[in-house]
Every structure is written in C-alpha cells, then in structure tokens.
C-alpha cells in the first residue's frame, strides 16, 4: 500500500495550490481521509478530514472557507484544494487514511486530540507548501 502526496510548492499568499493524494493497493471506498500539516517547530495540525462516503467533512477553524477536501474514489485520489494561502499555512502536509464509520470522517470519530494521536494504518511521505508574504 501506498499513498502518494504531491502538489506542493512555492506560491504567494493569497495563491492557490491543490495537493493530491493518490492511493495505490487497496480500495480507497473503504478509507476515511485526513489531511494533516506540521510547520517548522510546531505541533502537527489536523488540517481536514472527509468520511467514506464523502457526506461528512471537518476543516480546521484556521481553514475553513479557504480549502475543500474531496474524493475521488474510482481514482483512488483525494484532493485538497487550497485558496487564498497565507503565510502561516506554510508547513509539511501529509494525508493519512484508517477505516472509521461510514458517514464520519476521523475528527468526528475520534475527537481533534486523539486524531492527532491514533496510529493511522497508512501515511503519505508529505508534501511541502510554502506561502511567501
């Protein structure tokens, strides 16, 4: 199994990047998805995250309205769409996948602290975005 992360870059602030994250050897219809980041000398942030079923979706306060997570099963490739960047989204984003109930993604399920924790089965290798002022 493995999840391919790409889409990073370079990009001023206000730009606009879309990261992908592209799963091979197993079944993306099975998995619920999470966006995570960490920056330089912080903590890892749960960025968003969206259910099997794509019905339910949770985006961090410090994004919500700027990106959109979504999925694509029959191409076992998720999505994330991220406008207006500032600089303080500059960070290392890893998506990650775990099976969860049906209609609920990871944060919903666990809670923001123990998704920050839980041993997801299967993690991308990140990708870099940089948002220059």
């Known amino acids: 199994v493995q999840l391919q992360a790409s889409g990073g870059g370079l990009v001023q602030a206000g730009g606009s990047l879309r990261l992908s994250c592209s799963i091979s050897?197993?079944?993306?219809?099975?998995?619920?998805i999470v966006w995570f980041r960490q920056a330089p000398g912080k903590e890892r942030d749960v960025v968003s995250s969206i259910s099997r079923n794509g019905v339910t979706t949770y985006y961090a306060h410090s994004v919500k309205g700027r990106f959109t997570l979504s999925r694509d099963n029959a191409k076992n490739t998720v999505y994330l769409q991220m406008n207006s960047l500032k600089p303080e989204d500059t960070a290392v984003y890893y998506c990650?996948?775990?099976?969860?109930?049906?209609?609920?993604?990871?944060?919903?399920?666990?809670?923001?602290?123990?998704?920050?924790?839980?041993?997801?089965?299967?993690w991308g290798q990140g990708t870099q975005v940089t948002v220059s002022s």
């Open positions: 990650a996948i775990d099976v969860f109930p049906t209609g609920a993604d990871a944060v919903q399920a666990l809670g923001e602290i123990d998704c920050l924790q839980w041993p997801f089965d299967y």
């Open positions: 050897g197993i079944s993306l219809d099975d998995y619920t």
